[in-house]
T-cell receptor, first 116, second 117 residues
Protein backbone atom coordinates (compact mmCIF):
# COMPACT_ATOMS: atom_id res chain seq x y z
CA UNK A 1 0.00 0.00 0.00
CA UNK A 2 0.91 3.64 -0.16
CA UNK A 3 1.39 4.01 3.56
CA UNK A 4 1.38 2.21 6.87
CA UNK A 5 -2.15 1.04 7.59
CA UNK A 6 -3.45 0.44 11.11
CA UNK A 7 -6.75 -1.03 12.15
CA UNK A 8 -9.01 -0.37 13.84
CA UNK A 9 -8.60 3.38 14.02
CA UNK A 10 -10.57 3.45 17.26
CA UNK A 11 -11.26 0.71 19.78
CA UNK A 12 -13.30 0.90 22.95
CA UNK A 13 -13.07 -2.15 25.17
CA UNK A 14 -14.12 -3.18 28.64
CA UNK A 15 -11.54 -3.62 31.35
CA UNK A 16 -10.33 -7.20 31.44
CA UNK A 17 -11.00 -7.97 27.79
CA UNK A 18 -8.29 -8.83 25.25
CA UNK A 19 -7.66 -6.65 22.19
CA UNK A 20 -5.72 -7.07 18.96
CA UNK A 21 -4.31 -4.16 17.02
CA UNK A 22 -3.16 -4.64 13.46
CA UNK A 23 -0.41 -2.97 11.46
CA UNK A 24 0.08 -3.42 7.73
CA UNK A 25 3.45 -1.87 6.82
CA UNK A 26 4.52 -0.50 3.49
CA UNK A 27 5.21 -3.38 1.12
CA UNK A 28 8.83 -4.49 1.27
CA UNK A 29 9.68 -2.67 4.48
CA UNK A 30 11.79 -4.92 6.65
CA UNK A 31 11.76 -2.88 9.87
CA UNK A 32 8.59 -2.45 11.94
CA UNK A 33 8.08 -0.65 15.24
CA UNK A 34 5.26 -0.29 17.74
CA UNK A 35 5.11 2.81 19.91
CA UNK A 36 2.54 3.96 22.46
CA UNK A 37 1.43 7.56 22.86
CA UNK A 38 -0.34 8.26 26.13
CA UNK A 39 -2.17 11.49 26.93
CA UNK A 40 0.34 14.19 27.85
CA UNK A 41 3.27 11.84 27.33
CA UNK A 42 5.76 11.36 24.58
CA UNK A 43 5.99 8.27 22.47
CA UNK A 44 7.07 5.15 24.30
CA UNK A 45 8.92 2.42 22.41
CA UNK A 46 7.27 -0.97 22.69
CA UNK A 47 8.81 -3.44 20.22
CA UNK A 48 10.96 -3.60 17.08
CA UNK A 49 11.01 -6.20 14.31
CA UNK A 50 13.78 -6.36 11.71
CA UNK A 51 13.54 -9.00 9.03
CA UNK A 52 14.01 -12.50 10.40
CA UNK A 53 15.98 -11.35 13.44
CA UNK A 54 14.67 -11.85 16.95
CA UNK A 55 12.50 -8.85 17.88
CA UNK A 56 13.55 -6.31 20.49
CA UNK A 57 10.76 -6.60 23.06
CA UNK A 58 12.45 -4.50 25.70
CA UNK A 59 9.77 -1.81 25.69
CA UNK A 60 6.75 -3.99 26.35
CA UNK A 61 5.39 -2.77 29.72
CA UNK A 62 4.15 -6.09 31.04
CA UNK A 63 3.59 -9.72 30.07
CA UNK A 64 0.03 -8.81 29.11
CA UNK A 65 1.50 -7.27 25.96
CA UNK A 66 2.74 -9.35 23.06
CA UNK A 67 3.34 -8.82 19.36
CA UNK A 68 4.03 -10.94 16.37
CA UNK A 69 4.88 -10.36 12.78
CA UNK A 70 3.79 -12.97 10.30
CA UNK A 71 5.67 -13.54 7.08
CA UNK A 72 7.75 -10.45 7.65
CA UNK A 73 4.77 -8.26 6.85
CA UNK A 74 1.62 -7.73 8.93
CA UNK A 75 2.07 -7.30 12.66
CA UNK A 76 -0.43 -7.76 15.47
CA UNK A 77 -0.09 -6.23 18.92
CA UNK A 78 -2.15 -8.10 21.52
CA UNK A 79 -3.05 -6.76 24.94
CA UNK A 80 -4.55 -9.28 27.32
CA UNK A 81 -6.76 -8.43 30.28
CA UNK A 82 -6.78 -4.75 29.41
CA UNK A 83 -6.47 -2.16 32.16
CA UNK A 84 -7.49 1.50 32.12
CA UNK A 85 -3.85 2.56 32.04
CA UNK A 86 -3.55 0.82 28.67
CA UNK A 87 -5.69 3.57 27.14
CA UNK A 88 -3.47 5.31 24.58
CA UNK A 89 -2.80 5.71 20.89
CA UNK A 90 -0.77 2.80 19.57
CA UNK A 91 1.41 3.76 16.62
CA UNK A 92 3.09 1.49 14.12
CA UNK A 93 5.97 2.53 11.87
CA UNK A 94 7.93 0.76 9.16
CA UNK A 95 11.16 1.32 7.27
CA UNK A 96 12.78 -0.04 4.15
CA UNK A 97 16.35 -0.21 5.31
CA UNK A 98 18.35 -1.96 7.96
CA UNK A 99 19.30 1.43 9.38
CA UNK A 100 15.90 2.99 9.76
CA UNK A 101 17.14 6.01 11.64
CA UNK A 102 19.38 6.97 8.76
CA UNK A 103 16.90 6.33 5.98
CA UNK A 104 13.79 7.27 7.90
CA UNK A 105 10.60 5.48 8.70
CA UNK A 106 6.89 6.08 8.13
CA UNK A 107 4.25 6.13 10.83
CA UNK A 108 0.68 4.95 10.55
CA UNK A 109 -2.21 7.04 11.87
CA UNK A 110 -2.51 4.90 14.96
CA UNK A 111 -5.19 3.02 16.87
CA UNK A 112 -6.83 4.94 19.69
CA UNK A 113 -7.57 2.42 22.45
CA UNK A 114 -9.96 3.34 25.24
CA UNK A 115 -10.44 0.94 28.12
CA UNK A 116 -13.62 1.59 30.12
CA UNK B 1 19.26 5.64 29.03
CA UNK B 2 18.59 8.53 26.72
CA UNK B 3 16.15 11.26 27.72
CA UNK B 4 14.64 14.19 25.86
CA UNK B 5 13.18 17.31 27.45
CA UNK B 6 10.83 19.62 25.63
CA UNK B 7 10.50 22.52 28.02
CA UNK B 8 7.27 23.96 26.67
CA UNK B 9 4.15 21.83 26.47
CA UNK B 10 2.24 24.57 24.65
CA UNK B 11 3.38 27.54 22.55
CA UNK B 12 0.74 29.98 21.27
CA UNK B 13 1.88 32.51 18.68
CA UNK B 14 0.35 34.88 16.18
CA UNK B 15 0.59 34.30 12.46
CA UNK B 16 3.81 35.61 10.87
CA UNK B 17 5.58 35.75 14.23
CA UNK B 18 8.85 33.84 14.79
CA UNK B 19 8.82 30.74 16.96
CA UNK B 20 11.34 28.55 18.77
CA UNK B 21 10.48 25.14 20.20
CA UNK B 22 13.10 24.00 22.66
CA UNK B 23 14.59 20.54 22.94
CA UNK B 24 17.39 19.28 25.18
CA UNK B 25 18.69 15.74 25.35
CA UNK B 26 20.91 13.74 27.64
CA UNK B 27 24.44 13.40 26.47
CA UNK B 28 25.63 10.42 24.50
CA UNK B 29 28.74 9.39 22.63
CA UNK B 30 27.03 10.18 19.38
CA UNK B 31 23.46 11.10 18.59
CA UNK B 32 20.99 11.27 15.81
CA UNK B 33 18.39 14.00 16.38
CA UNK B 34 14.95 14.38 14.87
CA UNK B 35 11.89 16.59 14.86
CA UNK B 36 8.56 14.99 14.03
CA UNK B 37 5.29 16.83 13.45
CA UNK B 38 1.78 15.55 14.08
CA UNK B 39 -1.00 17.55 12.45
CA UNK B 40 -4.52 17.19 13.92
CA UNK B 41 -5.94 13.72 13.28
CA UNK B 42 -2.87 12.62 11.35
CA UNK B 43 0.13 10.38 11.97
CA UNK B 44 3.64 11.55 12.77
CA UNK B 45 5.72 12.89 9.91
CA UNK B 46 9.46 13.42 9.89
CA UNK B 47 10.16 17.16 9.74
CA UNK B 48 13.98 17.18 9.79
CA UNK B 49 16.93 15.23 11.12
CA UNK B 50 20.54 15.66 12.14
CA UNK B 51 22.83 12.71 11.53
CA UNK B 52 26.25 14.31 10.99
CA UNK B 53 27.94 17.16 9.19
CA UNK B 54 26.46 20.66 9.21
CA UNK B 55 24.92 21.49 12.56
CA UNK B 56 22.11 23.48 10.92
CA UNK B 57 19.43 21.42 9.21
CA UNK B 58 16.41 22.67 7.34
CA UNK B 59 13.03 21.34 6.31
CA UNK B 60 11.21 22.04 3.07
CA UNK B 61 8.57 24.19 4.78
CA UNK B 62 10.85 26.75 6.37
CA UNK B 63 11.70 25.16 9.73
CA UNK B 64 15.30 24.77 10.82
CA UNK B 65 17.07 23.26 13.79
CA UNK B 66 20.60 23.61 15.05
CA UNK B 67 22.55 20.89 16.79
CA UNK B 68 24.48 22.37 19.71
CA UNK B 69 26.69 19.71 21.23
CA UNK B 70 27.98 21.80 24.12
CA UNK B 71 24.46 22.68 25.24
CA UNK B 72 23.00 19.28 24.22
CA UNK B 73 20.20 21.10 22.44
CA UNK B 74 18.36 20.80 19.14
CA UNK B 75 15.92 23.71 19.13
CA UNK B 76 13.45 24.11 16.27
CA UNK B 77 12.88 27.54 14.77
CA UNK B 78 10.85 29.23 12.10
CA UNK B 79 11.13 32.96 11.33
CA UNK B 80 7.49 33.40 10.30
CA UNK B 81 4.75 30.88 11.09
CA UNK B 82 1.51 30.17 9.27
CA UNK B 83 -1.80 28.99 10.64
CA UNK B 84 -1.16 25.70 8.84
CA UNK B 85 1.85 25.11 11.12
CA UNK B 86 -0.53 24.44 14.00
CA UNK B 87 0.42 20.95 15.16
CA UNK B 88 2.21 19.02 17.86
CA UNK B 89 5.97 18.81 17.48
CA UNK B 90 8.09 16.03 18.94
CA UNK B 91 11.82 16.03 19.41
CA UNK B 92 13.49 12.61 19.34
CA UNK B 93 16.98 11.23 19.81
CA UNK B 94 18.82 8.03 19.20
CA UNK B 95 22.19 7.66 20.79
CA UNK B 96 24.92 5.09 20.88
CA UNK B 97 26.16 4.55 24.39
CA UNK B 98 27.67 1.24 25.32
CA UNK B 99 24.99 -1.35 24.79
CA UNK B 100 22.79 1.16 23.01
CA UNK B 101 20.93 0.66 19.78
CA UNK B 102 20.92 2.60 16.58
CA UNK B 103 17.29 1.95 15.73
CA UNK B 104 15.34 3.01 18.82
CA UNK B 105 14.10 6.56 19.26
CA UNK B 106 13.48 8.31 22.56
CA UNK B 107 10.83 10.99 22.21
CA UNK B 108 10.08 14.12 24.18
CA UNK B 109 6.56 14.74 25.45
CA UNK B 110 5.77 17.11 22.61
CA UNK B 111 5.05 20.80 22.18
CA UNK B 112 1.68 21.93 20.91
CA UNK B 113 2.19 24.90 18.60
CA UNK B 114 -0.97 26.93 18.06
CA UNK B 115 -0.81 29.68 15.46
CA UNK B 116 -3.54 32.27 15.84
CA UNK B 117 -4.69 34.79 13.21
Amino acid sequence: GAGVSQSPSNKVTEKGKDVELRCDPISGHTALYWYRQSLGQGLEFLIYFQGNSAPDKSGLPSDRFSAERTGGSVSTLTIQRTQQEDSAVYLCASSLRTRPLVYGYTFGSGTRLTVV
Amino acid sequence: AQSVTQLDSQVPVFEEAPVELRCNYSSSVSVYLFWYVQYPNQGLQLLLKYLSGSTLVESINGFEAEFNKSQTSFHLRKPSVHISDTAEYFCAVSGQNSGGSNYKLTFGKGTLLTVNP
